[in-house]
């Protein structure tokens, strides 16, 4: 066939190279992987959790791009473009060298095989060609962002010279196991013989600390090897490297983020001498980064708060950042789901901070339709006349807008595709390079 010309049409023909959207597995991408040239010099960093993976890895690439390093940062799924996934020196890619990357691993997949071609999910074909791209570049580290799981994730080709479990929570059950001890278990399937591993859940299960015992690396958790105390408008970080006071509240907003940056300074002092990072660097790192959709606040009135909270865990944490704010009288919640997330349990854990509910149903067959969602806040005891449901995001999104007064809040959340819906409905601009 005659392969596309534009990246919409490339992204439209990769849904189409696998019968299914998620497969887990190594087998297949690495046969592909074996015809392509993917040979790094600098330290790799993986980073896996159920919440918290993509503004560590914000972080990391803000820091170390403030210390002068290259990095190549792959993360997973976009807001609104898909080049918002590969990103160099802090940059997104091109449509350019997208397409010529695709075509490479194109060519692998197909000429390469030695009797038909290696089908590849959109998530695989995707892995592989942020990975070619990195590859052409000098870059000092990469980072890289585990799509689901960790063990059977395409971004387990590589070997990770510091391992990263930001939480661990119930999330992706039907891949994953049902219980916290299996979740942690595939989570661990990103650990290597010897090599460190940085954890940021204060619990984590025993399956994980088995896993690196059994592989003889280093586990620094947060509570034990590393911590944090913020002080006001302070925080301060205790690690393998000593101690640092004084540091500026991170850019990105939420009580939980002083975690997430926390682990990203001990993946550095774990690193520190293959990448050196002076002080300056850090506080210069922590107050630049920039990542949408993770308690992001639009400038105006009335307050609107976006967030890609999409599971119980992240929802508890939405929530807890939101009674840390100033008061509002009223709190629209914008809100579409997938219908194979647990909505239940994340209506259970923001329903004591929404006051109205604005809903709609996200596109596609994994979304929930506005019924379904209806019924599950009706089941958790809102009350109908709180409750309004819409044909779209967008809708729902003007609808509150109209709705709520200058002093009160709105919050969109739920999905990825309900926060780009919202960023869409809000007029705000196509992100852009990271400032």
Request: glycine share 10%; charged share 20%.
């Amino acid at each position: 066939m005659t392969r596309p010309t534009t990246l919409a049409g490339w992204l439209a023909y990769l849904e189409t190279l696998h019968p299914k959207a998620i497969a887990l597995g190594l087998d297949r991408v690495r046969e592909v992987a074996r015809r392509l040239p993917l040979a790094f010099a600098g330290p790799v960093i993986t980073v896996s959790g159920t919440n918290g993976k993509g503004s560590t890895c914000a972080m990391l690439e803000a820091i170390l791009g403030a210390a002068g390093y290259r990095v190549g940062s792959y993360t997973s799924p976009h807001l609104r473009r898909y080049n918002e996934r590969v990103r160099i020196g802090r940059d997104f890619v091109s449509d350019d060298d997208l397409l010529t990357a695709f075509e490479a691993v194109e060519d692998a997949r197909i000429v390469g095989a030695p009797v038909e071609a290696t089908p590849l999910t959109y998530f695989e074909f995707g892995t592989l060609a942020a990975l070619w791209l990195f590859a052409r570049e000098k870059l000092d580290a990469l980072v890289l962002e585990v799509g689901l799981g960790g063990r059977l994730d395409a971004v387990n080709l590589m070997d990770a010279d510091v391992a990263v479990v930001t939480s661990i929570d119930l999330d992706h059950m039907d891949y994953l196991g049902p219980t916290r001890e299996d979740i942690g278990r595939e989570k661990a399937g990103i650990f290597r013989p010897g090599r460190p591993v940085v954890c940021g859940e204060r619990d984590p299960p025993a399956t994980l600390i088995e896993a690196a015992t059994a592989l003889g690396a280093p586990l620094l958790r947060v509570g034990r090897e590393f911590d944090f105390v913020v002080e006001g408008t302070q925080w301060r970080y205790r690690g393998p490297n000593g101690e640092r006071y004084g540091l500026p509240v991170p850019a990105l907003r939420g009580v939980f983020q002083f975690g997430n940056a926390a682990v990203a300074l001990t993946v550095l002092d774990v690193l520190r001498d293959r990448l050196p990072v002076p002080t300056g660097a850090i506080r210069d790192g922590l107050v630049s980064v920039d990542l949408p959709g993770r308690f992001q606040v639009l400038p105006g009135r009335p307050t609107i708060v976006l967030d890609v909270a999409h599971n119980p865990h992240a929802a508890r944490a939405l929530a807890a950042s939101l009674a840390t704010m100033g008061f509002h009288p009223q709190t629209f919640a914008v809100f579409g789901m997938y219908a194979d997330k647990d909505i239940r349990s994340v209506i259970e854990a923001m329903k004591g901070r929404v006051d109205h509910w604005y809903v709609a149903g996200l596109p596609g067959a994994r979304g929930a339709p506005s019924l379904m969602i209806v019924e599950k806040l009706r089941a958790a005891g809102i009350a109908q006349a709180a409750i309004h449901a819409f044909d779209s995001i967008a809708s729902a999104y003007r609808a509150a807008c109209d709705a709520a007064s200058d002093a009160d809040r709105i919050v969109a959340f739920g999905s990825f595709l309900t926060v780009a819906a919202a960023l869409d409905a809000s007029g705000a601009s196509e992100t852009a390079r990271p400032q």
